[in-house]
């Protein structure tokens, strides 16, 4: 919108009392709807918070902008003059840590880079992973740490798929899948859809990204998801709409600024993976589902310390994102205790395990059954088969290769590479003696495969097996057996009780030249 004055007194003069006619792009029954369900889940004046986005998928369109706390300076009656649904450039606080909602963005970059629907990672309740196996945009990570995340559930452990692991918010499954993504293509594509650090800083490139380290605003998360809903469109969010003068004659007219970040199947492949987090048995979204049945896809969110839990959920023609948070932030420096919300008071009803499905979800459920009438009833496209089977190709065989040249061969192949471990070996250190897949195996193009390097020590060799016979005295017999082996062979006759005769660790038994006592 052009300068209305040559001065600032002049502008605020025009804005105020020109005469203009301002229209948002504000939905008043998604408003409504959004105000009424929060004030149904949460007290202004308790210690936690909500914030809500909406935002319309294929235009950027705010359709709703929410929270708990009111506007004002009275800390006693919960007021505050940030609005915590934004980021700090609009007004915003500095957002919450986003949870496993992040996970979107590592599924968008497995499925962009070809690794199927189907491809399993055994994934244990807990997993050790070395920092340095994971590759960022300026390659290997070097760092001496090891990152040791955990399931939220000691049971939950085993063999887990993109769909299995993302329904079931498997966070040993996404942490080793982003040592076959990489972190620079998940955040890549975030930030291209409008997701930065609620301060306005960059996306942190670090391991634990994939589980939701970065404090977020839920509009950039609204916009960010609304971007899958689109079919990999993603548009600026916005909220004026249109601006007239006292004469009718239009000030500004917003256009929708958008740009393709996700190839349409690629789109569709996260929609389906995400409408399973609703709709298939253990996903953790289930109670979300609306009543009318209809395609609704989303993701849960859980922080570590539970110091903030989500959820965002979408329908075809509606994103909306709902976070808790306490706005104090997420760590308590005076008790030296992080601020998580379980036992926090809601609305007079203490909760003592706050979870994404549990508080921001009803939220966002409540909300949409308000105005889902309003909205006809579309489905998500199904997904291409290629995406569901994934692109595969075969493995190079770098085995004997330096470091360097086996990613220097694996990269011309389209494949990347991580060191996953070093092991003894007869060859020098730094060469590649086996890799995860192995050689020829059929692996999703575009994904990570795992270098096994030799350290350059000699492999320790194998302990002898110990036989024990029954005298210190022995002879050779022409035909015996050999002791334990049942096998016939030159051996030993004994006459009275003896230590043990260390053997050689093959199953027949040579002429003994010597014998070595143990006692």
């Known amino acids: 919108m052009g300068e209305r004055g040559a001065t600032p007194d002049e502008r605020v003069a025009a804005r105020y009392r020109g005469g203009l006619t301002i229209r948002t792009t504000l939905d008043r029954d998604a408003q409504r709807a959004a105000r009424d369900a929060i004030a149904d889940q949460i007290d202004a004046t308790d210690d936690a918070a909500v914030a809500l986005a909406s935002v319309e998928p294929g ?7 929410a929270q708990s706390k009111p506007y004002g300076n009275d800390e006693e009656e919960g007021q505050t ?23 979107a963005w590592w599924l968008a970059a497995a499925i962009e ?8 990672i055994n994934s244990p309740y807990q997993v050790n992973l070395p920092v340095n196996s994971f590759e960022g945009c300026d390659g290997q990570i070097r760092s001496t740490e090891v990152w040791r995340p955990k399931n939220y559930d000691t049971g939950l452990s085993g063999l887990f798929n993109l769909r299995t692991g993302t329904e079931r918010s498997v966070n040993t499954f996404y942490a080793q899948l982003a040592q076959q993504t990489g972190l620079c ?3 890549r594509i975030a930030t291209e859809a409008g997701v930065t650090q609620a301060t306005g800083d960059p996306l942190d490139e670090y391991p634990s990204n994939v589980l939701g380290s970065n404090p977020v605003s839920p509009l950039a998360m609204a916009e960010g998801y609304a971007m899958f809903a689109a079919r990999g469109v993603h548009c600026e969010s916005y909220a004026v709409q249109k601006v007239t003068d006292r004469d009718g004659e239009d000030v500004f007219n917003a256009e929708p600024v958008c740009n393709r970040v996700l190839a349409k199947e690629h789109a ?65 420096y005076e008790n030296q205790r992080a601020r998580s919300l379980s036992g926090y008071t809601f609305a007079g009803e203490r909760i003592d395990n706050v979870c994404g499905s549990c508080v921001p979800g009803p939220i966002w459920k409540q909300m949409m059954e308000a105005i889902v009438g309003n909205y006809e009833r579309e489905s ?12 595969l190709a075969p493995v190079p065989d770098v085995r004997g290769r330096s470091q360097a040249d086996a990613e220097r061969v694996l990269r011309e192949a389209g494949f990347r590479a991580h060191v996953a471990d070093q092991v003894p070996s007869q060859h020098p250190a730094g060469t590649v003696v086996d890799t995860q897949p192995g050689p020829y195996s059929q692996h999703p193009s575009g994904a990570s495969v795992a270098l096994i390097i030799s350290s350059g020590s000699p492999p320790t060799p194998p302990k002898q097996r110990r036989c ?7 002879t050779r017999s022409r035909r015996s057996n050999c002791p334990r082996s049942g096998r016939s062979s030159s051996s030993i006759s004994v006459s ?7 053997w050689p660790s093959s199953r027949a038994c040579p002429r003994p030249t010597a014998v070595a006592w143990s006692t």
């Open 468 to 474: 024990r016979v029954a005298s210190r005295r022995w």
């Open 81 to 103: 003059t940030l609005n915590l649904a934004v980021d700090q450039d609009m007004g915003g606080g500095g957002g919450a840590q986003s949870g496993s909602t992040f996970k």
């Open 380 to 391: 998500f496209v199904e997904p291409d088969p290629t995406v569901v089977q994934g692109a």
């Open 59 to 65: 235009t950027g369109q705010i359709k709703a902008l």
């Open 268 to 332: 569709d492949g996260v929609n389906d993976v995400l409408r399973g987090v609703m709709f298939n048995s253990g996903g953790t979204g289930v109670r979300m589902r609306l009543d009318d049945g209809r395609d609704a896809a989303g993701k849960t969110g859980t922080t570590n310390d539970t110091v903030a839990v989500w959820w965002i959920g979408y329908i075809p023609q509606l994103t909306t994102a709902v976070a808790v948070f306490d706005p104090r932030g997420a760590y308590d």
């Open 185 to 187: 293509d998940p955040l």
């Open 496 to 502: 009275r009780p003896g230590p043990a005769i260390r």
């Open 113 to 120: 880079q070809g690794i199927a629907l189907n491809m399993s």
